[in-house]
Nanobody, 122 residues
Framework: QLVESGGGLVQPGGSLRLSCVAS????????IAWFRQAPGKEREAVLC????????NYADSVKGRFTISRDNAQSTVYLQMNSLGPEDTAVYYC?????????????????WGQGTQVTVSS
């Protein structure tokens, strides 16, 4: 099971840190990705971190603003989001993959969280 937290309402230019806590699975064996889905749009991959801690960016729009990290001891993956803009408004999901490693292809992921809403607005 994956549980996201840390979403909320933030002003443009602000920051948020999302957390994805795993329970019932050994996080260290999984690649973890963050996806997001804005209203009326398809779900898109944002960032992924491999089992070895290597990150992959799938969304050019977040390059230089978002970073992903993991703490296997705490069974948690983080998404640090800086310089947020209205275009970042979406429901953010974390997902875990055991077999294939990082991928922007959502069906490859074995487990998903319920999502956390991020709203960027003044």
């Amino acid at each position: 099971q994956l549980v996201e937290s840390g979403g909320g309402l933030v002003q443009p230019g602000g920051s948020l840190r999302l957390s994805c806590v795993a329970s019932g699975l050994s996080l260290s064996y999984y690649a973890i990705a963050w996806f997001r889905q804005a209203p009326g749009k398809e779900r898109e991959a944002v960032l992924c971190i491999s089992r070895l801690g290597e990150s992959t960016n799938y969304a050019d729009s977040v390059k230089g603003r978002f970073t992903i990290s993991r703490d296997n001891a705490q069974s948690t993956v983080y998404l640090q989001m800086n310089s947020l803009g209205p275009e970042d408004t979406a429901v953010y999901y974390c997902a875990a993959d055991y077999n294939f490693g990082c991928s922007p292809y959502a069906p490859r992921y074995d487990f998903w969280g319920q999502g956390t809403q991020v709203t960027v607005s003044s």
